[in-house]
C-alpha cells in the first residue's frame, strides 16, 4: 500500500514546486488527465525536451507510478510575462 496521497492537481502542483524554482503553477485535471502550465526560470536557455525532462525529473516516480497523462506548457517568466499581453 502507497503512503502517497492521492493523485490531484494539488498533489501534483506541490511536487512540481518542491522539485522546481516555480514562478507560477497552474494544474487542471480529473484524476487521469492533466494539464500544467509551470512558468520557471530553471527553463531559460533549454529546449522544449529538456524542459520537460526537468518536469519529469520533479515529479519523479509519480510520473511512471501515479500520473498516466500530463499536458504541459513550459515557460520561462520572460515567455510567461509576453504572453499575458496577448
Given amino acids: 500500500m502507497h503512503d502517497t496521497p492521492p493523485v ?3 498533489s501534483i502542483r506541490a511536487s512540481l514546486v518542491a522539485g ?3 514562478d507560477a503553477v497552474e494544474v487542471r485535471g480529473d484524476g487521469h488527465h492533466f494539464e500544467a502550465l509551470i512558468v520557471s526560470r530553471a527553463f531559460e536557455g533549454q529546449s522544449r525536451v529538456r524542459r ?3 518536469v519529469y ?3 519523479g516516480d509519480r ?3 501515479e500520473i498516466h497523462a500530463l499536458s504541459m506548457r513550459t515557460l520561462t517568466p520572460d515567455e510567461w ?3 499575458q499581453g496577448q
Fill in 81 to 83: 510575462r509576453a504572453g
Fill in 52 to 54: 520537460h525532462q526537468l
Fill in 20 to 22: 522546481l524554482p516555480c
Fill in 63 to 65: 510520473m511512471r507510478d
Fill in 8 to 10: 490531484n492537481p494539488d
Fill in 57 to 59: 525529473a520533479a515529479l
